[in-house]
């Protein structure tokens, strides 16, 4: 009774000023957390088992022409739960996709910021059980996009590439084979994004990108490229602030680890200058013993991409260093240049006997484009696709080695589609692949949407007729 007069004398007045007092106490709150917020580890619950994909008999696989002897099972469209407008292809887009612990898992979401699809998060974690034959979905994460899974030992891990909470920390995401919960790992210190992840000699080293690059010119472009090292499992990290946009990939080499910026093109050449960069600019940095990383500027964006016209000139983005045999691959998205359009390319390097980097570019016909590179037990398996004619795409998987200056290549099979692959996983016998949108081209609008947009975002499983494939 006391408590009830006392609320009837404050009056609207005096609820008033409680009302402002706990705004004010909130916003004050919302602003001192991003400031205050420690480092820590949190576990990441999956949803409920009503909240769960529900299992279906997936269609007939949307491919065609597959080559002989060879059969295919649609897995579904896992991505069509999260997104499941039919303009929603880029989102649905499986950029990468890991086989780890009896199960295969999918990439997806949007990190860009611009487009009707704009940064498309949060995001699940979806895996096909092979035990259960069906999808499930492991956890949420707080990222715009997955682009990377990368297993190590018995974990799987997931570089977080736009992170939607505060940009005090950056993200790293691991899942245990003897654990059933994913861990996010938020310790990466003001990472923004984190595009690659590697070990080397005991280390953890991230590379990506960070809000404080440099100390001067306008506060909304300071950002610029970093690398991030951990001696401790990934639980401390040193950073080192380097003079470029992005650093995308960690090259792991005879040995030694490099790391590679985005390199520029006239629009980021033009950005770095007015920012009081480019004068100092060098794309690839070496890890010294030490922790520290030195600037490689013998090795130029010519040397990384050798046979492409305007190397050094035209923008390109070097991911999905794989290394085989001693050797490294990867792809490189390079942008137009004159007459020649934008594409993806794959090269590969070794060390030459005078400690240099020599690459080589894997030879692809004009209209090619290199989607994916994973490593198999003789070297690589290289995923293409090809644009035969509207909503059809010729992709294929051909088997890489490298031996001195010759690139063998032996073509394992073929198929049609309305989309290209965009993604490829093996266990050595089953192959699974993912369909996403064409690369280099607008995003699908609401209203403009077509039966090939439907079909982003389907994984198939292509095994060889005489064996049953891991999809039961």
């Given at each position: 009774m006391y408590w009830l007069m006392k609320s009837l004398a404050m009056g609207q007045k005096g609820w008033s000023a409680l009302a402002a007092t706990l705004i004010a106490g909130v916003g004050l709150s919302r602003w001192l957390w991003p400031q205050l917020e420690p480092a820590r580890s949190l576990p990441l619950l999956p949803p409920w088992p009503w909240q769960q994909p529900a299992p279906g008999k997936p269609a007939a696989p949307p491919l065609q022409l597959l080559s002989k002897g060879w059969q295919a099972r649609n897995l579904g469209n896992p991505a069509a739960l999260r997104y499941p407008a039919c303009w929603q292809s880029l989102p649905r887009t499986p950029w990468d996709l890991a086989r780890f612990n009896g199960r295969l898992y999918v990439g997806l979401g949007n990190a860009a910021n611009a487009g009707p699809t704009a940064n498309a998060g949060p995001v699940p974690v979806l895996a096909y059980a092979f035990d259960q034959g069906r999808w499930l979905q492991e956890a949420t994460l707080s990222e715009e996009e997955i682009n990377n899974f990368v297993p190590h030992g018995k974990q799987l891990w997931i570089t977080g590439a736009d992170a939607r909470g505060s940009w005090r920390w950056g993200n790293l995401?691991?899942?245990?084979?003897?654990?059933?919960?994913?861990?996010?790992?938020?310790?990466?210190?003001?990472?923004?994004?984190?595009?690659?992840?590697?070990?080397?000699?005991?280390?953890?080293?991230?590379?990506?990108?960070?809000?404080?690059?440099?100390?001067?010119?306008?506060?909304?472009?300071?950002?610029?490229?970093?690398?991030?090292?951990?001696?401790?499992?990934?639980?401390?990290?040193?950073?080192?602030?380097?003079?470029?946009?992005?650093?995308?990939?960690?090259?792991?080499?005879?040995?030694?680890?490099?790391?590679?910026?985005?390199?520029?093109?006239?629009?980021?050449?033009?950005?770095?200058?007015?920012?009081?960069?480019?004068?100092?600019?060098?794309?690839?940095?070496?890890?010294?013993?030490?922790?520290?990383?030195?600037?490689?500027?013998?090795?130029?964006?010519?040397?990384?991409?050798p046979g492409v016209p305007g190397?050094?000139?035209?923008?390109?983005?070097?991911?999905?260093?794989?290394?085989?045999?001693?050797?490294?691959?990867?792809?490189?998205?390079?942008?137009?240049?004159?007459?020649?359009?934008?594409?993806?390319?794959?090269?590969?390097?070794?060390?030459?006997?005078?400690?240099?980097?020599?690459?080589?570019?894997?030879?692809?016909?004009?209209?090619?484009?290199?989607?994916?590179?994973?490593?198999?037990?003789?070297?690589?398996?290289?995923?293409?696709?090809?644009?035969?004619?509207?909503?059809?795409?010729?992709?294929?998987?051909?088997?890489?080695?490298?031996?001195?200056?010759?690139?063998?290549?032996?073509?394992?099979?073929?198929?049609?589609?309305?989309?290209?692959?965009?993604?490829?996983?093996?266990d050595g016998t089953t192959l699974w692949v993912g369909l996403g949108p064409a690369p280099f081209q607008p995003e699908t609008t609401p209203g403009q949407c077509s039966g090939a947009d439907q079909l982003s975002g389907s994984v198939v499983a292509i095994s060889p007729a005489s064996q049953p494939a891991k999809f039961e």
């Open positions: 995401y691991n899942h245990s084979s003897n654990g059933a919960l994913w861990w996010q790992e938020r310790r990466l210190p003001r990472f923004i994004h984190a595009y690659d992840l590697a070990w080397h000699q005991g280390a953890m080293v991230v590379a990506g990108n960070v809000p404080d690059a440099v100390s001067t010119g306008p506060k909304t472009d300071r950002h610029g490229s970093a690398l991030a090292l951990s001696r401790d499992g990934g639980g401390s990290w040193s950073v080192q602030r380097l003079l470029g946009w992005r650093a995308t990939a960690l090259l792991p080499l005879a040995g030694e680890l490099f790391a590679v910026e985005a390199l520029p093109g006239p629009g980021l050449k033009r950005w770095l200058q007015a920012g009081g960069r480019w004068q100092n600019f060098t794309a690839v940095h070496q890890l010294r013993p030490d922790g520290r990383w030195q600037a490689r500027p013998d090795i130029s964006a010519a040397d990384l991409l190397a050094g000139q035209r923008f390109a983005w070097i991911e999905g260093a794989t290394p085989a045999q001693n050797q490294l691959a990867w792809i490189a998205r390079v942008g137009p240049w004159g007459d020649d359009p934008a594409r993806r390319l794959a090269f590969i390097a070794k060390r030459g006997e005078s400690g240099r980097i020599q690459v080589q570019p894997i030879p692809l016909r004009s209209g090619v484009q290199a989607m994916d590179l994973i490593s198999n037990q003789a070297g690589w398996l290289l995923l293409t696709s090809e644009r035969h004619a509207p909503q059809r795409w010729r992709s294929q998987i051909t088997a890489m080695q490298a031996s001195g200056q010759r690139i063998s290549q032996t073509p394992q099979l073929s198929f049609e589609a309305a989309l290209p692959a965009w993604s490829l996983a093996s």
